[in-house]
């Protein structure tokens, strides 16, 4: 797919996307995704359960999605960038996971969550472009302490396999969750990685008064990322305005951080694998409505940033199968 028919972002209505024009170049939108990712965490945090209610809501914008199965990781991969008994503990449920209990289904679903951002990134490295990979829980995983809902850091295994394998020299993570990934940070120092990884994720902004400023500024801030041969890009919903955990941009401000990114990674010629990060809104009803809303702007924004046609009406089709 060719990089010159980026479409206009369209006006917004109640937070979510309206129709962009329509454009040609069109590339199925690859997913990785299985049911085995999927897990109930007992946990405020939702990012367990996640990936199954992301695939579902993006099935009703009509985009040409491209579902693929993720390789699951082995035990040897995550000790790449983990302490391989921490390892061991974990996936045999004799230490607690990030969130705080020793779940055998949240150990199952670890290898997939983490596999899907590996098979995301090695599929972006492959077409150029990008790669999805709906799942979170991986920037406060450090290299032998799980926390904060996250056990294993799946940007940094990602980002360590692939230089070990040789299919990346240098690689990208940019981190645009509400909080800060001491995970990341931990496993670069330890590992000694910091020419390899560069981890950014900006702490200068942060409050609804610097939230234009932000989104003005993102075209030079990855710039940092020249040189990188693949970013991985923690897509947060927590900054948003009414998270209980973050708090300063609207959902048209999160939409537009979205587009500016892909749309200055695909200037830069980076491919990019996105993932989803953190979000803890509920509606009425105690479901995630107003993260998943987050989550369906970003794919909006990186098909947009790659030409495609956004189908209108997601809202009414979402209604009409209820
Ligand atoms: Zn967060």
Known sequence: MNDTNATNPGTRQQGRQRPAQNSAGEMP???FYSPAMVANSESFSPSAGKP?????????LGLPLEFHAPQPLSAEQFGVAHDPDFVADVLSCRRTNGFSNKSPAVAAALPWTSGAMLSAAREALNNGIGAIAPCS??????????GGY????????TA??????????????LDFDQHWGNGTQDIIERLHLH?????YSPSEFSRPAKAEAFIAAIPKLLERF???DLVLYQAGADPHIEDPLGGWLTSDQLYRRDRAVFDGLRRLGIPVAWNLAGGYQHDDEGGIRPVLDIHDNTLVAFVEAH???????AEAQRKEAA
């Open 29 to 31: 939108i690859p997913v």
């Open 52 to 60: 199954a209610l992301a695939v579902e809501s993006w099935q009703f």
């Open 137 to 146: 829980g991986f920037h406060h995983a450090g290299y032998d302490f799980a």
């Open 150 to 157: 996250c056990t294993f850091n799946g940007l940094m295994v």
């Open 160 to 173: 360590a396999v692939l230089l070990a394998e040789g299919k990346a020299s240098k690689v990208g993570i």
């Open 195 to 199: 020419d390899q990884v560069v981890h």
């Open 226 to 228: 020249a040189g990188c």
């Open 307 to 313: 030409g495609h046609a956004v189908i209108p009406d």
